[in-house]
Structures are given as C-alpha cells and as structure tokens.
C-alpha cells in the first residue's frame, strides 16, 4: 500500500535486480524496477549514477532519458538524475566502491554535457568540495537549479565554507565514503555535522551507521535539516545473492549488507524506502509523519520541487 506521501528516494543505483549502472537495461528490466519500487512505496526517486568515464556517463544519461520518455511509470517515478562522481576524492577510503581512475576535477563543459544528456533531468550532483574548480561547478549548477552534496571528499573548512557560498545545501550519505581510521575531532564528518547550512542526508539501515551513531549524527542537525535515503543498489527489493553494481560484483548476506567478495567495505545498501522509515521510527523514536515526510516531501522540498 502506498503511503499518503509517497517517498521520494534520491540515491537510488538499482533496485529488484537491475542494475541502473549497465549499458543493457532494457525497457523490461527498467519497468520490472518501476513496479518493485511501487511495491515498497517508493514514487519517486532520482535514478543515481557513479563514477565513471564522462562519455559512458553520457551515454548512460542519455540511454535511461530515452527509456525513462518511453514509459508512462518510468515518466511518474523517476523525478531526475543523481551523479555521483565522477568529481570524488580519489584517496582510499574516501572512493569507496567508486573506481578512483575515472575521478578528476569539476569541469563546466563536462557539466553541461551530462546535462545535455539528461535532458535537463539532472537534478542532484555528489562531489568533493576541495578539488580544483568546485566553488564554479556548484555556481553553475545552482544557476541551473541543480542541487550540490559534498560527498566522499575530505573538504576542509575553508573548502567547505567557498562551497556553501556557491551554493552547496547537502550532504551525501553522512558518516559513509570515508576511512574507517580518521582523526577523533578534525575529520569531514564532524566538519560537515557542524554546518547547520547543509541538509545532512543519511542511510538509516543499521548498517551503515550504528543505530547509537545514527541517533547522535541526527541529534547535531537543526530541526528540518536531516533527511533519509536508502543509496540501495540492484539486491533492495531482491534477496541474497550476487549482484553488480558498475564495474565490481557484490554479494549479498542473510543480513543484507552489500559487500565486495572477500572485502569487509560497503557498496551500497539493500535497504527499501518503506524499511527505511520503520527503521527511522525504531531507531530515533520519531513519529511515523515525521519519518515519512524526511522520505518524502522534505527530500523533494531539499531538490527544488
């Protein structure tokens, strides 16, 4: 059953098998993935890409416009475009599952070339703030109405502070795409939960982010200022098993964390939108309206809609 707010899920790479990073998705595959999201109440989401060359990035862009223009679902659901990357931080750690040789610095054209891709459907850009040219790049999507998130990145407060003048408003999956070893008090995490400017967005599966560390994460942000994303991949709305996800394949557990064979890193959740507010309820003691609005008319407030 649909909530009365359907959620609206910004980070979304795949969903009930289908991986939204390959070439091969076809208008099949693509309504299978509509209809599953349905099932767990999700109506909107911003279908996410990652890191990779700027011409397949391109090519995927345009591939999921024409398939997106030809289904009546597809037309309802998918609100835009999320990239993430490729304008990461390229040090261990912060890549995360993205492949560090495909990251470079912000560039204008590369920009209005995804764009032009998409069709004007970019909506959302993830990056790293301190690499040469971001204050622009964010300029230039906001003159756009294009949303920017820091995101595996390392930003300095200096770099954190030019990004929020040019326009910067979120965080992307806080608490994630960082070194497991970092500094106890001068780290990105605690620089960014200290920007009260910045909507900080975070992945409520327990797994990501402790419960406990969750609960202290959302208490450092003013009211208004935290919303929920599953930044699932192909296996949510699945089970266990082995997935893609871009160019590496991951397994999936009984306990539904989304890991590289043999590697103890994330890569991406398995999380649903519907499990996401149960979660927020179980684990913050929010009411279930404040816990659906942060899944859905907060997130398409935060994106300009």
């Known amino acids: 059953m649909m909530p009365a707010a359907p959620y609206f899920d910004l980070q979304v790479n795949g969903f009930a098998g289908v991986d939204f990073q390959r070439d091969d998705v076809d208008a099949a595959a693509l309504e299978r993935a509509m209809e599953a999201l349905l099932l767990h109440g999700t109506g909107k989401i911003l279908l ?8 397949a990035l391109c090519r995927r862009l345009e591939h999921f416009r024409k398939l997106r223009e030809a289904s009546p679902a597809a037309r309802e659901i998918i609100a835009g475009f999320h990239l993430e990357g490729p304008w990461l931080l390229p040090e261990p750690g912060y890549h995360g599952a993205h ?20 069709g004007g459907l970019l909506r959302l850009v993830t990056l790293a703030p301190e690499l040469p040219g971001s204050p622009e790049l964010i300029a230039h999507s906001a003159s756009r109405g294009v949303r920017t998130a820091i995101g595996h990145s390392n930003a300095s407060d200096a770099h954190i502070d030019a990004a929020i003048r040019a326009g910067m408003t979120l965080c992307t999956h806080v608490g994630n795409g960082v070194p497991v070893i970092l500094h106890r008090h001068d780290n990105v995490i605690q620089r960014v939960l200290a920007r009260d400017e910045l909507m900080a967005v975070f992945i409520p599966d327990g797994i990501h982010l402790p419960p406990g560390v969750l609960r202290n994460f959302v208490r450092a942000k003013p009211p208004g200022k935290v919303l929920f994303t599953t930044d699932c991949m192909a296996a949510a709305g699945g089970g266990p098993g082995r997935y893609s996800l871009a160019h590496v394949e991951v397994e999936v557990g009984e306990d539904g964390v989304v890991r590289e064979p043999g590697k103890e890193t994330f890569a ?38």
């Open 48 to 55: 996410t890409l990652i890191t990779d060359h700027a011409d």
């Open 99 to 118: 492949d560090p040789r495909h990251m470079s610095a912000p560039d204008l054209r590369a920009f209005d070339l995804f764009q032009e891709a998409a």
């Open 268 to 305: 991406g959740s398995s999380l649903t939108m519907d499990r996401a507010v149960e979660n927020v309820c179980a684990f913050l003691g929010w009411s279930r309206e404040d816990a659906v609005a942060a899944c859905s008319t907060g997130v398409a407030a935060a994106l300009g809609f």
